[in-house]
């Protein structure tokens, strides 16, 4: 035997051969069961009998005809079957032959009787175990059953529309579920019948009338004894329940049946439960359940202890305890009441069976109910804690919810309610639910480790939830779902994880498809500590498909991500904060129009603030700070405004932009982020004003491969760089400030057609502006001062400097290596070490530009060709005003050198060159000096108060024509060493040498047809 002693068996199976009386309960001595049903010794081991019409007897009969006063007879069988086969051990169908089945024994099988549309049999003296069904009658009637047993089988007796049957003296024991089932079956007789020690139910009833059942025993039945659904006109005389887990007598949705004489006797629940309409008669019961049903201001009026009904003097019912076991009991059941009343201090504990057994019954319910107040009351193990339907005007103060299968407390289209204080744990469903339900207000209550959410919203406008705790549910804290204009303020919510994936929450507050909501205040936050575990659902406060919601100073820590809204637009964040989260502090994915205000992000693990696929949103004095990755983070993200927002020591950037084009960025302040301050990758058409960058490790500015973006008014400073482009073209940079970096201020790399105009770069520790590769490059007005360098340029093409300064710098004010086809306009290197430095660039046009006071050099040519150098001044440099070295073909006209402390211009291992109107006055050497330089033209030039005028050292086949040398303090022309060179028509009061024919018209042709064969022009 599974779950009682052998003794309390023997005891109950007694019950079989004599009519149980109230005395014999506990009077009555052990019988063996065996001894009371008096099988035969010599009982023949049997197939399966299978018996479909009344011709088969006669295959399986040892006697008898199949007449009433003749029946068929089989007897003294044991039949054994394969129970996975579904197979049947008797198995008679479509006959109404008589017939007794005798002294025969199942085992093993899935159905061990099985009678389908049979009448006019008896079975007696048998027995069924280890199967699914001991005996199965289905549409049949006139059927005796007596003397038999299903034992250690999941069903004992099912009878279902069967009629007109006498079932007496028989055992159900040990059965997974039921001892006895009748359904839809009626004027039968169940008579000194033992139900004992069932999974469920001993007897069960459903739809079932006009049966009596006398003298049965049900008892140690893990539910009811004897249980009624919906079953009518029956009657139960001397029955005995005891011992029950659930009810002794319960009946359900059944009226005017009969119970007299019957006992309850220690069961766990109640002796009895039942309708008010049935007729109880000398019956002796422990306990009747105590169950309250109102229905009407009248039966309020007649269950209430005091009270009168008014606002003043409102009906009570308080102080009692109502235990319930299965569906369909609620514990106080009101309904269809307008008067004023008072529930408190009411227990309803139900008594959980097992599976389902919850489901269906309330602990409170009301239904069109108003001016009601609960307080102080519990319900425990009830499928709905507390249910309010169609009900208004309702108040639950300080009551409780306890492992409740749905909802503690669930407000269906209940409207202007008040719920205060109230607590709801363990629930299966959520912890605090409203449906369909406006106006009501949710204060101080408590929901903790919901099996869904600790509050839910559904279709339900116009709430105000207030200082409510969420905590430990294993869905959602909040969730509104269809719900608008609800106010959430001062809620919490809190998740302790502990290391159980399990026990995550979604998020704590959660908006779908819900509209025009305020939450300020809120806490969302998670006692797992950092780096334990979380999942990527587990939110803080998170917006889908829900617009026109406004957040204000609500909080959200230590979880995974504090704020998410995804495919909501239109919605507002103001002062919320997100901190310590296991992924970022504010996410938007897929939403526009969304303004996040005066936010704080800080100690994230990822991100502050993440944009992905979001247009058209607003920030505006947000601040992220300490995360590990970038404190503002966009990735296919356009159109969207950013603002006096913030970003300060973050492990990654400040703000990047990925893929994303079209923002607008002002005043926005990076500081000591890790990384960049403002990155940009493949993203363009940004206008960016106004913003700062400082204390970074990289550069201010980054862009790379990134176009057409407008950079206004910014300031870059003690970052490693300024600002710093690679591959990145088309873009505008005005007014920016690039100051104190570590290297350059404006560093381009393999960068075009971008555009820098009013831009300084001031003590930087490398160069002030570098451009590395690329082409049609436009600076004009900008500033390098006081910088390692001033502007640098290598492999530049096509590109225009004009109106530029560079000065006080370490090194040269504009250097230019290996670039072609630039132009230089009216540029300024001063107070530099050097002025302009051209090293193996070609074809580069130099006009009105201006170095003056530079340590060395005003303008060097290093390896350069076919530059036009046009106008320029080189002024009171410490060293020379023009160098051409090892240049070849370049054009120097209007040029003047004044006040250098060396060569006004200097010729190296140069040729080709044409010099025209270029004037060296007062300079601190020779005004033109040609070294190891063959075949240069120098015309009208003048240089007049240097120490030579023009000196021709190591240097042939030059051709000097009108040209002007005075009042140089050593000499006007000399020559060292020099070969054949051409003088015609120039001024030279004092020479080194005499020109053998000045006049000679025929050397003049000669030399200039030799320069011009020697000139290389640019085409």
């Not at 009969?61 to 089989?74: D, E, F, H, V, W």
């Not at 749905?406 to 289209?413: E, G, I, V």
């Not at 204080?421 to 903790?448: C, H, K, M, Y």
């Not at 339900?460 to 204009?485: C, M, P, Q, R």
Request: with cysteine; glycine share 8%.
């Amino acid at each position: 035997m599974t779950r009682i002693s052998q003794v309390v068996l023997i005891l109950l199976l007694s019950s079989i051969v004599i009519t149980v009386t109230h005395e014999s309960l506990t009077s009555k001595s052990p019988k063996s069961l065996l001894d009371r049903i008096p099988f035969s010794s010599a009982t023949i081991a049997s197939d399966p009998i299978a018996i479909d019409g009344n011709a088969q007897f006669t295959l399986y009969a040892s006697s008898g005809n199949g007449s009433a006063l003749n029946p068929y007879l089989i007897s003294n069988l044991s039949i054994t079957e394969s129970y996975g086969s579904y197979g049947k051990c008797f198995s008679i169908r479509n006959t109404d032959a008589f017939f007794i089945l005798q002294n025969i024994s199942a085992t093993s099988c899935y159905y061990g009787f099985y009678l389908y549309n049979v009448s006019n049999g008896k079975i007696e003296n048998t027995y069924v175990h280890i199967s699914n069904t001991g005996y199965q009658l289905s549409s049949s009637s006139n059927i005796n059953i007596s003397k038999s047993c299903a034992v250690n089988s999941y069903y004992g007796f099912i009878f279902s529309s069967s009629n007109n049957i006498s079932l007496i003296n028989s055992l159900a024991s040990d059965n997974d579920v039921i001892g006895f089932a009748f359904g839809s079956s009626s004027h039968n007789r169940y008579i000194n019948n033992t139900a004992t020690n069932n999974g469920r139910y001993g007897f069960s009833l459903y739809e079932s009338t006009y049966n009596t059942l006398k003298g049965n025993n049900a008892s140690f039945n893990l539910y009811d004894g004897f249980r009624l659904l919906s079953s009518s006109h029956n009657n139960l005389t001397g029955n005995v329940a005891s011992n029950n887990d659930g009810y002794g007598f319960s009946l359900i949705e059944s009226t005017n049946n009969v119970l007299k004489e019957n006992i309850g006797n220690n069961n766990q629940i109640y002796d009895y439960i039942g309708e008010n309409n049935n007729t109880l008669v000398n019956n002796v019961f422990g306990e009747i359940a105590n169950n309250i049903y109102i229905d009407g201001n009248t039966q309020l009026a007649a269950t209430s202890s005091s009270g009168n009904g008014t606002i003043n003097n409102p009906y009570i019912i308080e102080n009692m305890l109502i235990k319930t076991g299965l569906d369909y009991f609620n514990g106080v059941a009101v309904k269809n009441t307008d008067q004023f009343f008072l529930l408190r201090n009411i227990t309803v504990h139900h008594y959980y069976l097992g599976y389902g057994t919850t489901s269906g019954i309330s602990g409170f319910y009301f239904s069109n109910v108003s001016n009601c107040q609960i307080e102080n009351s519990f319900s425990i193990n009830t499928g709905y804690g507390f249910y309010l339907n169609l009900s208004t005007l309702l108040t639950l103060l300080g009551n409780t919810g306890i492992n409740n299968w749905y909802s503690a407390f669930y407000l269906d289209s209940s409207n202007d309610s008040t719920l205060s204080g109230n607590s709801a744990f363990n629930s299966g469903g959520d912890g605090l639910s409203l449906s369909e339900s406006n106006n009501n207000s949710l204060t101080e209550n408590i929901a903790v480790e919901s099996d869904n959410s600790g509050f839910y919203l559904f279709s339900s406008l116009n709430n105000t939830l207030i200082a409510n705790n969420a905590t430990d549910n294993h869905d959602y804290g909040f969730l509104l779902f269809k719900s608008d204009n609800n106010c959430l303020t001062n809620n919490i919510f809190i998740d302790d994880l502990d290391d159980d994936p399990s026990l995550g929450s979604a998020s704590g507050f959660y908006l779908y498809y819900s509209d025009n909501n305020t939450l300020s205040f809120n806490t969302a936050s998670s006692t797992l500590k950092s780096g334990y575990w979380y999942n990527d659902r587990n939110l803080g406060f998170r917006l889908i498909s829900s617009v026109d919601n406004h957040l204000k100073s609500n909080s959200a820590t230590k979880i995974f991500t504090g704020f998410y809204i995804y495919n909501a637009d239109n919605n507002s964040l103001i002062e919320n904060s997100a901190a310590d989260n296991q992924e970022n502090g504010f996410s938007l994915e897929r939403s526009s129009s969304i303004d996040l205000i005066n936010n704080t992000s800080f100690d994230n693990v990822n991100s502050g603030f993440v944009l992905q696929d979001s247009d058209e949103n607003t920030f505006f004095g947000n601040t992220a700070f300490n995360n590990t990755g970038s404190g503002f983070y966009l990735s296919s993200s356009h159109l969207n405004i950013l603002t006096h927002d913030t970003a300060f020591t973050n492990l990654e950037n400040g703000f990047t932009f990925y893929y994303s084009g079209r923002n607008n960025l002002t005043f926005l302040t990076t500081t000591d982020n890790g990384e960049a301050g403002y990155h940009f990758e493949h993203s363009g058409g940004h206008r960016v004003s106004y913003c700062t960058a400082a204390s970074h490790g990289s550069p201010g500015f980054l862009l790379f491969y990134s176009e057409s973006n407008i950079l206004n008014r910014n300031t870059a400073e003690d970052n490693q760089q300024g600002f710093y482009l690679e591959l990145s073209d088309d873009n505008n940079f005005t007014d920016n400030t690039a100051r104190n970096n570590l290297g350059n201020g404006f560093e381009f790399h393999s960068a075009s057609d971008n555009n820098l105009t009013r831009n300084n770069a001031l003590y930087n520790g490398g160069t002030g502006f570098l451009i590395s590769g690329g082409g049609r490059n436009v600076l004009n007005s900008n500033i390098a001062d006081s910088n390692q360098q001033g502007f640098s340029f290598t492999e530049l093409f096509k590109s225009y400097l004009a109106n530029n300064i560079a000065s006080n710098n370490l090194d040269t004010g504009f250097e230019f290596s290996l670039s072609s086809r630039n132009e230089l306009i009216n540029n300024i290197a001063e107070n530099n070490q050097a002025g302009f430095y051209l090293n193996s660039s070609e074809d580069n046009y130099l006009t009105d530009n201006t170095a003056s006071g530079n340590n060395d050099f005003g303008f060097e040519f290093s390896y350069s060709e076919e530059n036009d150098i046009i106008k320029n001044v080189a002024l009171n440099n410490g060293g020379a005003g023009f160098i051409f070295s090892n240049s070849n073909s370049n054009n120097l006209n209007y040029n003047t050198a004044s006040g250098n402390n060396d060569f006004g211009f200097e010729f190296s291992h140069s040729k080709g060159n044409f010099l025209f109107k270029n004037i060296a006055l007062n300079n601190g050497a020779t005004g033109f000096l040609l070294f190891h330089s063959d075949s240069n033209h120098l015309k009208n030039n003048t240089a007049n108060f240097n120490q030579f005028g023009f000196s021709i050292e190591f240097s042939k086949f030059n051709l000097l024509v009108n040209n002007t040398a005075l009042n140089n303090t050593i000499r006007d022309y000399n020559e060292v060493e020099a070969g054949t060179n051409f003088l015609t028509s120039n001024v030279f009061p004092s020479m080194s040498t005499a020109v053998t024919s000045p006049a000679s018209h025929f050397l003049a042709i000669i030399g200039f047809l030799c320069f011009l064969f020697s000139l290389r022009r640019r085409t």
